[in-house]
């Protein structure tokens, strides 16, 4: 069983729509949580940046973490076409010293 | 404003030939990080440095595999006797010291091999 899970989809939204992504992971020392945007042929673009549990909102995006389920969500409103990407979890038990241990990765598309 | 930089962006080559590398840091990030993503996959850790030192190598890291970072700056990774099973891209990531922000990535090589 890998450490992090996360359903690669694909996830078809209407524009507009709020998008709701989500991971699960097995190990407890995991503390501090990331989501990742990767476009086709590109390198993963950081979003946000989470350390323990609670919720951090950027703009249109919020990141929630629950430790005590072992479950962290993104929420995307209002969602775009340009949205249409791969997302990415990832999570570290350590400072962001240590490795990153990535989930499959999330494809969505938002159509217009 | 200068990300992570890579070069090649793609690269081609023969089974058992040998290939490098090449990742330019954010200037002043003190980690670097080489990952692996295979497609419809998450990156997988490879190995990280702190200066020129270098912290961690994942098992994932063959023998043939070698990374270096001379001068604390730039990386290169070296592919020895590539194999069709090192067709991936790989990625390099950098951060400040240890405890102050996440990594951030460049746009990877992509590693094709006929």
């Known amino acids: 069983q890998k450490e992090v899970e996360q359903d690669p989809g694909p996830l078809s939204v209407p524009e507009g729509a709020i998008v709701s992504l989500n991971c699960t992971y097995s190990?407890?020392?995991?503390?501090?949580f990331m989501w990742y945007r990767q476009y086709s042929r590109k390198g993963p673009e950081l979003l946000m940046y989470?350390?323990?549990?609670g919720n951090k909102e950027d703009g249109r995006f919020t990141a929630q973490v629950d430790k005590s389920s072992k479950y962290i969500s993104l929420f995307i409103r209002d969602s775009q076409p340009s949205d249409s990407a791969t997302y990415l979890c990832?999570?570290?038990?350590?400072?962001?010293?240590?490795?990153?241990?990535f989930g499959q990765g999330t494809t969505l598309q938002v159509k217009p | 404003d200068t990300g992570v930089s890579q070069d090649p962006r793609h690269k081609i080559t023969k089974r058992g030939q040998n290939v490098t590398f090449r990742c330019d840091p954010i200037?002043?990030?003190?980690?670097l990080y080489w990952y692996r993503q295979t497609l419809g996959q998450g990156p997988e850790f490879l190995t990280y440095?702190?200066?020129?030192?270098?912290?961690?190598k994942s098992r994932l890291l063959s023998d043939r595999f070698s990374a270096e970072r001379p001068k604390g700056s730039f990386s290169t990774l070296e592919i020895q006797r590539t194999e069709q099973g090192d067709s991936a891209m790989y990625l390099c990531?950098?951060?400040?010291?240890?405890?102050?922000?996440?990594?951030?990535f460049g746009d990877g090589t992509r590693l094709s091999i006929l």
């Open positions: 990531a950098s951060s400040l010291g240890p405890t102050e922000g996440p990594q951030h």
């Open positions: 190990n407890s020392a995991f503390q501090y």
């Open positions: 989470t350390y323990s549990s």
């Open positions: 990832a999570m570290s038990a350590q400072s962001n010293t240590g490795k990153l241990i």
């Open positions: 200037s002043e990030h003190n980690r």
């Open positions: 440095f702190q200066n020129e030192a270098q912290l961690e």
